[in-house]
């Protein structure tokens, strides 16, 4: 494959993925991977190709190929997407935090494997919230970016085809799992990749708030999930029962649940002010430690109220398994949930991630993660480009002058004005000659031109 066609602006062939791929599926990898960002509108299979010119060098047919067909693993390039990420954007630290939550990809089709009618959780309120198409479980690393951006970004790294029961395509020799199943299996995968002094942090909604994900996470992870509000609690168990006989007690005393204990009047509320979506707040908490006996066991959990006397949120409960973390803390880390909200947006309205209609279980599930490691690895570039200087084509509008952060959408507009201004130069050097063409004209009216007078 000629050289030009590869978008230089990622250089994606030089961050490790050599292990992962054959020489001509690296290149594919390479031109995909770039090529989902530089493509303007919907994200085809087909109009990346046309995007990159990838079709003047060889046959469109070997990337479909690439997809559909050829053997690579996606754990493997996932864990080479994660250590990219960490060692450029969280260089030596000894905690990650890490979002678990699924999206929907609506597809048209009757031979789409997997997909099916099911929950969507980005349906109008107006009607029922159920769609047709694909379900992602997925993962992403939590990231801040000092001097970039004040909000906390999610990059996907990787992800689980979900299925349900009544699929009329189902995947070739799977067994149905749940969504938790697959969430649990996606934290034990990164718990994996990490060595054991560093801390995995997990954040969860109510959906995956249950005792698959929380009761057998692997050691060295901690899950923060949103709790129920007619959650049976108990608390913790009395330390001094030794010397009787029995079983010994697993949960203490019944305590009320959170509902009746925000409409109670005798409870010890503090009020802090805390800094939540871009904007301060003072809300009224109140701490305490128990047990969640159904979903987490005999395991005691670090329980957080919120309530906003301003009534702008409503009222919530939060759970942690890190007793040691304080009431901020939790719900600042529970707030960084939204940004794998922002991230599904981003990648479907921006990157087409749901567009390609592939119906292949190898290449439903291949397509969506190529816009997914493109979400990632373009803001990995970003950040280095930025840490270096760059010139990043970054336009300002003047009438916006309170802007402050770059936004992902900032990210690739540079992403793409740096490609094709090295492109345009690049071509214009290899001219030599610049005299204008002009084209001999005929005399002759043309026959559409003697139409239109009648």
Known sequence: MAKRNLPQAFEIDKIRFRDCFSAPSLRHFAVLITGWAITVGTHTISQV??????HESEHFATIYK???KTKWELDRVAFEVFRTMAETLLLGAVEYETVVDDTLNSHVGKRICGAGVQHD???PKTGKPIGYGVCFVTIGLVVHLPGISDRAFCL???ARLWWPRKAKVKPAGGNYKTKSELALELIRLTRSWLHRSITLRVIVD???????VVRNRPQGVHITGKLRKDAALYGLVDAEQTGKRGRPRQKGERLPTPASLFRGSTNRWDCILIHLYAQDTMVSVHRFDAIWYNT???EPLSIVLVHDPCGTYPDVAFFD???????????KRYSHRWSTEITNRETKSLLGSADPQCRLETSVTRAPMIAYWSYSLLVVWFVTQFRMGKDLFLQRTPWNFRKKNITFSDMLA?????HFDQRISRDHEKREDTTKITLPRSTREPRFAKRAKL
Not at 206 to 212: T, V
């Open 296 to 298: 987490a066991g005999n």
């Open 66 to 68: 690439f997809l559909g």
């Open 206 to 212: 109510g959906g995956y708030s249950n005792r698959i």
């Open 156 to 158: 996907p790294y990787a």
């Open 321 to 331: 398994t890190d007793i040691e973390a304080s009431d901020e803390e939790t719900i």
């Open 414 to 418: 540079a992403a793409r004005r740096s």
């Open 49 to 54: 190709i046309l995007a990159t010119g990838l």
């Open 121 to 123: 959780g980005n349906a």
